[in-house]
């Protein structure tokens, strides 16, 4: 299987949906995360992610792996590399179980590793002209980078 | 090398934030055998002032999966040296 988990173009939810749904299973949680207006009190206007891509998809494919092994369930992931608006879709996690309580308990699994493990970093461009990486563990959770002049 | 001791020479990746720091996004390093990877990590800080900015104990990679600081390091190695990560 050569699934690809990091993707440069919009995430189709409609084709990863189609990847897990199946006749014995009646039921498919599904979880968008979205690029927010705002981090810390300052106004976010656009973010970047970049990936160790290799390790990346090799992490999301072993959480997917964990996943589907813990509940019986079928995971369907994708992540957004690249430039991203307000409002657009960064990563999207469908699962898929024969019950309710089996596939939203591995989407939230899904996503609390992907956050968790996955090598994926965020830079954010505010509309005051500056910039930062986002380091969930750095006070105020940001390390400023450089001024822009836009 | 005048010494008997081999060496080992492996790629050191710098991703995101670090490479920033670093000026460089790889570099090459040898070490003589056997190395940890905090001995790569004391190389890299020595040759790169920028990577002295990196915590004490970063996240790392070694071909491809989280290894620890005293995990030993072989020829031909892929290092990479990871921010914190922040995806979703």
């Not at chain 1, 990863?16 to 810390?40: K, M, P, Q, W």
């Not at chain 2, 790629?11 to 905090?38: C, D, H, K, M, N």
């Not at chain 2, 990590?41 to 620890?68: E, W």
Request: proline share 5%.
């Amino acid at each position: 299987m050569n699934r690809q988990f990091l993707t440069e173009r919009p995430i189709d939810l409609e084709l990863l949906i189609s990847r897990v749904e199946s006749d014995e299973r009646g039921g498919i949680a599904v979880f968008l995360g979205t690029v927010r207006n705002h981090h810390g009190g300052r106004a976010v206007e656009r973010l970047e992610y970049s990936a160790y891509g290799p390790m990346a998809e090799a992490e999301c494919a072993r959480i997917v792996a964990e996943a589907e092994r813990t509940w019986g369930t079928t995971v369907a992931v994708e992540h957004r590399i690249g430039a991203l608006g307000i409002g657009d879709v960064s990563v999207a996690v469908a699962a898929a179980a024969a019950h309710r309580d089996e596939a939203f308990a591995a989407c939230r699994y899904v996503i609390e590793e992907m956050k968790r493990r996955v090598p994926i970093w965020k830079r954010e461009y505010y509309a005051d002209g500056t910039v930062a990486w986002v380091d969930p563990t750095a006070p105020g959770g940001i390390h400023l980078s450089e001024e822009r002049t836009l | 090398m005048t010494e008997n001791r081999p060496s080992v020479t492996l790629t050191v990746q710098f991703l995101a934030r670090y490479a920033e720091l670093v000026g460089a996004e790889s570099t090459s390093i040898t070490v003589r055998a056997p190395a940890t990877v905090a001995h790569v990590l004391g190389i890299v800080r020595s040759q790169f002032p920028g990577a002295r900015q990196i915590p004490d104990r970063p996240l790392v990679a070694l071909n491809l999966a989280q290894v620890d600081l005293s995990t030993v390091v072989s020829n031909g190695d892929q290092l990479a040296l990871l921010p914190p990560v922040a995806g979703g």
